[in-house]
């Protein structure tokens, strides 16, 4: 079974803070995607990447940044850290070949992070 | 551009009555459609998916879904619910129109449905 951990449930941090959140697969997965999850709005994307050092932006990327600097992490980093971005932050990982590009998602627990 | 809408922030049933879920989906080409679910506290779950074929797909815990071209929809359905199926659920589509190394997925905002018993 695929495995993806996040590396906090729960997290709490104060306003202009720099936050990391670190997400770890164990299936040599090509890609990875870090989402944000808020009642009524679904997941957005906020960033993915299909290779290490390899990134792009997805729905929302303002205030992030991410950095995949091994093939099986994928860090998403809060520069200074606001209410605003108080949510649900979730990770996923899909394989990545062409022959595979309807491969599911498989995601992590989540961290809920709360901004005060 | 890819988008999913799910026409029902909730959805509430009887125990041992049908259960429908649904959403409607917008590609530029073919899709590739997804049901996920989320139980409390816990992470995205795969329930099924659609790439090509048989209209009917059948997924995890006795769901299915039924993929409409003409009526771009994905519906999910379980004929008998369960009160352990009450959970957020949610649709996602990727068009198969995609270029290399663009593999995201457009989800839905999300379907809760309880089951009462």
């Known amino acids: 079974d695929v495995k993806v951990t996040q590396s906090s449930r729960y997290l709490v941090k104060r306003t202009g803070e720099k936050v990391f959140l670190e997400c770890v697969q164990d299936m040599d997965h090509e890609n990875m995607f870090w989402y944000r999850q808020d009642p009524g709005l679904g997941l957005r994307l906020i960033y993915f990447s299909y290779d290490v050092k390899m990134k792009e932006k997805g729905d929302i990327p303002e205030g992030y940044s991410v950095s995949r600097e091994k093939k099986e992490r994928f860090s998403l980093i809060l520069e200074s850290a606001s209410t605003n971005q108080t949510s649900m932050y979730l990770c996923?990982?899909?394989?990545?070949?062409?022959?595979?590009?309807?491969?599911?998602?498989?995601f992590g627990p989540g961290t809920r992070l709360t901004v005060t | 551009a890819q988008s999913v809408a799910q026409p029902e922030d909730q959805v509430n049933v009887a125990e041992g009555n049908p259960l429908t879920v649904k959403c409607t989906y917008s590609v530029s080409g073919n899709p590739y459609l997804f049901w996920y679910v989320q139980y409390p506290n816990r992470g995205l779950q795969f329930l099924l998916k659609y790439i090509t074929g048989d209209n009917l797909v059948k997924g995890s815990y006795g769901f299915e879904a039924e993929f409409n071209k003409s009526q771009t929809s994905f519906h999910l359905k379980k004929p008998s619910a369960l009160v352990s199926d009450s959970a957020l659920y949610f649709c996602a589509v990727r068009d198969m129109r995609y270029r290399v190394g663009d593999y995201k997925l457009s989800f839905g905002a999300g379907t809760t449905v309880t089951v009462r018993a």
């Open positions: 996923a990982t899909s394989t990545g070949t062409l022959l595979s590009e309807y491969d599911e998602q498989y």
